[in-house]
C-alpha cells in the first residue's frame, strides 16, 4: 500500500551531502527531494540489538537527519554474534554509547539522541511524539505492546520486526494511516501469547545473520515511509524463512471486536509478567541462591538438581551433578514427575530463572512439597561459584 510522504523536504542539502548521497540522488523515486524528506527526518529506534544494529546502521548511512536510541543494556560478549552495531572494545559499554560512536564513524551529519530514561507509560507517548516514526526491535511482547498503543496515542507510524532461530517477520502498523487503512500491533496479536509459549532469543536462540535480513526490511519500510515511495508493509505481515530461502506475505485485517487505544496499561501485567510473590495470599515460589546451591553439595546435602534447559544449552555448559530433563517434557509428558518422590528436596534450575519457575509451580500443582528455584538460573552459578565455566 503506498501512502504520502511522511516528512516534508524542508532540509538543504550541503555539497559534501550531495556528493555522498549521489546514488540515492541518482534514483528517480528518491532524488533530491527524497533525500531532503530523510535528513529532515526524525527515527526513534527501541532497541541497538539484533534488529536495532542494523537498522541503526543503513538509517545513518541513508541520511536520516536524527536517530533517537533507548537501550539500557549493556555490551556483552554474547552479543557480538549478531549485534554488529558494536565491537570487541566495546564490551561492557552501554550499547546506547556504542551505537551512538559506531554512527558518528559512518555518517557525521546524523544528529543522535540518547534517551537515558527507561520507556515505561509514563514517558513513552511523551517520547514518541518528537519522532516521525519509530523502529522497535524489542524481543518482548510487553514492550511492544506499550510502543504499539504509545504510537497509537501520539499517531505516529510503528515498524515492528521480530526474529526467533531461523524465522523473522516485520510489518508496518499505523492507526492514523490515511484513507482509514490504519492497523496497529493488536490487529495481529489482539492479546499476547502465554509466557511458556513466548521464549526469547537468549532462551531459543538466533541466527546472527537473520537480524541483518530482518533489520534491513525495517530500515527499508522507514525509508520508504519517510520518502512515500514504494508499497509500504501495512496491511501486510512478512514472514522470512532462512532456512528455506522463503519468503511469505499474510494479509492483516482489523480484529473484529478491537476496542479504541484511549490509554496505556500495565503491559507487565498483560503479559503475565508479573511474578507471584512470597506471601500467604498467593503461591509461594522458594529460591536458593547459587552461593547456597554450593554450599548444599560441600556439605552433602541430599537433594536432586534437575536441569530443565534444553539438550543445546547443556551441550554449552552444567552444573556438575545435575540430571537434564526439558521443561517442554516435564510439562507434557505426566510420567516425568510420577518418577519423581514428592518429599525430596528438588532443586531445579534453567538458564535465568524463568523456566525454571514455571516447572516449579507445575511441580507444586503436582502436589511436590519441597521445590526450589536457582535463583538467576546457571548464569549465577557461572558469574558466583565457577567463572571457568562458559556463559551465553
Known amino acids: 500500500m503506498q501512502l504520502p510522504p511522511l516528512v516534508k523536504p524542508d532540509a538543504e542539502l550541503s555539497t559534501e551531502e550531495v556528493s555522498r548521497y549521489s546514488r540515492h540522488l541518482l534514483i528517480p523515486d528518491v532524488g533530491l527531494e527524497g533525500q531532503q524528506?530523510?535528513?529532515?527526518?526524525k527515527v526513534l529506534v527501541i532497541g541497538a540489538g539484533g534488529l536495532g544494529s542494523p537498522a541503526l546502521l543503513y538509517l545513518a548511512a541513508a541520511g536520516v537527519g536524527t536517530l533517537g536510541i533507548i537501550d539500557f543494556d549493556v555490551v556483552d560478549e554474547s552479543n557480538l554474534q549478531r549485534q554488529v552495531i558494536h565491537g570487541q572494545s566495546d564490551v561492557g559499554k552501554p550499547k546506547s554509547e556504542s551505537a551512538r560512536d559506531s554512527i558518528a564513524e559512518i555518517?557525521?551529519?546524523?544528529?543522535?539522541?540518547?534517551?537515558?530514561?527507561?520507556?515505561?507509560?509514563?514517558?513513552?507517548?511523551?517520547?514518541?511524539?518528537?519522532?516521525d516514526l519509530v523502529l522497535d526491535g524489542t524481543d518482548n511482547f510487553a514492550t511492544r505492546y506499550l510502543v504499539n498503543d504509545a504510537c497509537v496515542l501520539a499517531k505516529k507510524p510503528y515498524v515492528w520486526?521480530?526474529?526467533?532461530?531461523?524465522?523473522?517477520?516485520?510489518?508496518?502498523?499505523?492507526?492514523?494511516?490515511?484513507a482509514d487503512v490504519g492497523l496497529n500491533y493488536r490487529d495481529l496479536y489482539p492479546a499476547p501469547p502465554p509466557v511458556e509459549m513466548a521464549p526469547s532469543c537468549a532462551e531459543g536462540g538466533v541466527l546472527g545473520i537473520l537480524c541483518a535480513s530482518?533489520?534491513?526490511?525495517?530500515?527499508?519500510?522507514?525509508?520508504?515511509?519517510?520518502?512515500?515511495?514504494?508499497d509500504s508493509l501495512l496491511g501486510r505481515l512478512a514472514v522470512y524463512d532462512a532456512l528455506d530461502m522463503d519468503y511469505r506475505f499474510i494479509k492483516i485485517r482489523r480484529a473484529p471486536d478491537r476496542k479504541?487505544?484511549?490509554?496505556?496499561?500495565?503491559?507487565?501485567?498483560?503479559?503475565?509478567?508479573?511474578?507471584?510473590k512470597n506471601d500467604a495470599t498467593q503461591i509461594r515460589v522458594p529460591l536458593v541462591s547459587a552461593i547456597e546451591l554450593k554450599q548444599m553439595q560441600q556439605e552433602k546435602q541430599d537433594f536432586k538438581l534437575i536441569d530443565v534447559r534444553g539438550l543445546e544449552e547443556w551441550n554449552i555448559v552444567r552444573i556438575d551433578g545435575a540430571d537434564l530433563?526439558?521443561?517442554?517434557?516435564?510439562?507434557?509428558?505426566p510420567q516425568i514427575l510420577s518418577e519423581l518422590d514428592k518429599d525430596?528436596?528438588?532443586?531445579?534450575h534453567c538458564k535465568m530463572g524463568t523456566r525454571s519457575r514455571d516447572v516449579l509451580l507445575e511441580m507444586q500443582k503436582q502436589g511436590f512439597t519441597n521445590v526450589k528455584s536457582l535463583d538467576g538460573g546457571i548464569l549465577a552459578w557461572v558469574r558466583d561459584v565457577d567463572q571457568s565455566l562458559p556463559s551465553y
Open 214 to 230: 530482518i533489520g534491513a526490511i525495517m530500515a527499508t519500510e522507514a525509508v520508504k515511509l519517510i520518502t512515500g515511495i514504494g
Open 260 to 276: 479504541p487505544i484511549t490509554e496505556l496499561a500495565d503491559y507487565q501485567e498483560l503479559c503475565g509478567l508479573n511474578l507471584p
Open 325 to 333: 530433563i526439558p521443561k517442554p517434557k516435564i510439562i507434557s509428558e
Open 37 to 41: 524528506r530523510l535528513k529532515n527526518s
Open 161 to 178: 520486526g521480530s526474529i526467533y532461530r531461523f524465522e523473522g517477520q516485520a510489518s508496518v502498523f499505523w492507526e492514523d494511516a490515511p
Open 107 to 131: 555518517n557525521r551529519y546524523v544528529n543522535v539522541i540518547l534517551h537515558n530514561e527507561r520507556l515505561e507509560p509514563s514517558n513513552a507517548v511523551g517520547i514518541i511524539s518528537n519522532y
Open 344 to 348: 525430596d528436596l528438588i532443586v531445579v
